[in-house]
């Protein structure tokens, strides 16, 4: 079991940034690849971004503004945001896979977090 703990969300002016952080307990959190998805209201959850052993991978419309990282020490994993818009608001999450090939499905991850709000505003 895998018990993670999004934060670092908040209010934000269109441009600006902000750094989301998923601290995970429980199994070998090295072990694992990480991801992040996103939730608008009235929308289905999206892809945002993943980090495995084999490297990292973006949606195409995040390339450039947003960088996954992860401390295997810490046993975080973080998202980076820059130049961020309006359209960026969304409830975002952290999770974990086990697998370490796809990676962009909901269905693809075995762990999730209770997500962190974030509104970015205009």
């Known amino acids: 079991q895998v018990h993670l703990v999004e934060s670092g969300g908040g209010l934000v002016q269109a441009g600006g940034s902000l750094r989301l952080s998923c601290t995970a307990s429980?199994?070998?959190?090295?072990?694992?690849?990480m991801g992040w998805f996103r939730q608008a209201p009235g929308k289905e959850r999206e892809f945002v971004a993943t980090?495995?052993?084999?490297?990292?991978y973006y949606a195409d419309s995040l390339k450039g503004r947003f960088t996954i990282s992860r401390d295997n020490a810490k046993d975080t994993v973080y998202l980076q945001m820059n130049s961020l818009k309006p359209e960026d608001t969304a409830v975002y999450y952290c999770?974990?896979?086990?697998?370490?090939?796809?990676?962009?499905?909901?269905?693809?991850?075995?762990?999730w977090g209770q997500g962190t709000q974030v509104t970015v505003s205009s």
């Open positions: 999770a974990a896979a086990s697998r370490t090939y796809g990676l962009v499905l909901s269905h693809e991850y075995d762990y």
């Open positions: 429980g199994r070998t959190f090295s072990s694992y690849s």
């Open positions: 980090i495995s052993w084999s490297g990292t």
